[in-house]
């Protein structure tokens, strides 16, 4: 097959929503429709496997939260899906971050009895920035939930997206019917799993028709028939240009665990989803099909098993062809390196993979060349952008709290800040070692592995601090005076670059007012 077409066969996304809207049972049925798993309950039973067989997933276990992110690739009718998995805790917030960056669209996941939660809200609005196109599922409409329009209200202005339904929901709870596609015009009767096999579908010309109302009854017909009158009167009609920009999200209403309305999500998803897209480096857009190979590394997951130090960093490939055991170049370490088990994912097991193309994602085995962001082209220098850190939101100091093991303190927390887990500040006027994360659990990761994976030890101790902000200004005169006056205040994150870290909301007000020259980021790419 030529290259465009492995391209144009492609689709790449990930599924966001806040922890319990249903995120594992959809991906589990999409697998199912996909073949890539042959029972209900795998992706589950995978996890809890995991957990069985290692130490540090018990500290998962134990908060009732999902660590790993993981990819999963299958085929649906003649294209090629790749689910990216996020993991939906906000103390995991920073790895959802930068798992987006790798999709070329998002379906995320509504709870129709909660609503839009605060973890939606957030992962949203890092698409929105990005403009990715994105598809909303609400879930759970085998319960009693909020009106369909109030939902509608609510993921407007909630998520601030543009809103149309492609379904619409018959009933609620007990009384739920199914759905009419908007999209496909017909009638999905709801059958709750188990009950009977198959779909109930009725293909629908007109939605006055007898055999229509006589199957759904009077009263449901008549609030179906207002309904879409009001539909029509407020939404837009659905444009795949205007998706694709990221301007109006299709809204779908299911029931995961029922296996209802995720073929007509599906269906839909693979006619309408983005192809890979292009990718933009400080150097130039990156387009899909150019021949040349390009691609990042978005993640990196450390093996658990302390006999198998290696790491897996993920990485998305951009452009050309990705081939095994032919070398590429490490842009930031200026090095050739080649791969010799690339592996992809396809649900629970793992393959090696002859090649990859544009939107796959190749897990690397690697024993510390990579860190989050990290390029490999057939030589030319580029610098993906749009994998930024943000500025965490607690802080504590770190030490080494067993001098004889310093070296391996030293190593374990350099790769720790590589995958991801953390970041390190050096402050510049001590020289001590800060630690900033998005959610607190972090730091009990950190020491978890550090002692089981390095053999090393660690102790903290608290700093009150509100963000980190990293510096800029064009004069260098007022920066150097700037970095006199206000070094107690100031560190070097990871890259080396200047961080100004904030005591308090009023300590950055006062700094910018004195220094109106130097400017504040509260991400690192700006
Ligand atoms: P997450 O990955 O987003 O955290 O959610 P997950 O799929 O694990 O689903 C959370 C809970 O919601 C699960 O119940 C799941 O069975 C249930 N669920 C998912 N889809 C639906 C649906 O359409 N209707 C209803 N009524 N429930 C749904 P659980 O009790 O936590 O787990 P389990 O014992 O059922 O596996």
Redesign the pocket.
Known sequence: MNPIDEINKRRTFGIV?H???????LTEKLLLFGGAIQVAGAV?SNKIKKHATSDFMEIERQRGISVATSVMAFPYRDLQINILDTP?HKDFAEDTFRTLTAVDSVIV?IDVAKGVEEQTEKLVEVCRMRKTPIIVFI??L??EGKDAFDLMDEVETKLKLRVTPLTWPIGMGKDFQGVYSLYEKKFIGFRPHGKQEGEDVLVIKDVKDPQFISKIGNRPHQQLTEDLETIHGVYPDFKREDYLDGKICPVFYG????NFGVRELLDCFVEIAPTPLPRDTEERRVIPTEEKMTGFVFKIHANMDPKHRDRIAFFRICSGKFERNTPYFHVRLARQLKFSNPTSFMAARKEVVDEAFPGDVVGLYDSGNFKIGDALTEGENLHFKGIPRFSPEIFRYVNNADPSKFKQFAKGLDQLMDEGVAQLFIKEDSGRKIIGVVGSLQFDVIQYRLEHEYNAACSYDPVTLHKALWVECNDPKVLTEFMARRKKDLAKDKDGKLVFLAESAWTLRLAQENFPEVRFHTSSEF
Do not use: L
């Open positions: 929503s922890p319990d809207a249903g995120k594992t049972t589950k939906g996941v879930n759970k085998d319960r029931s995961a665990v029922n």
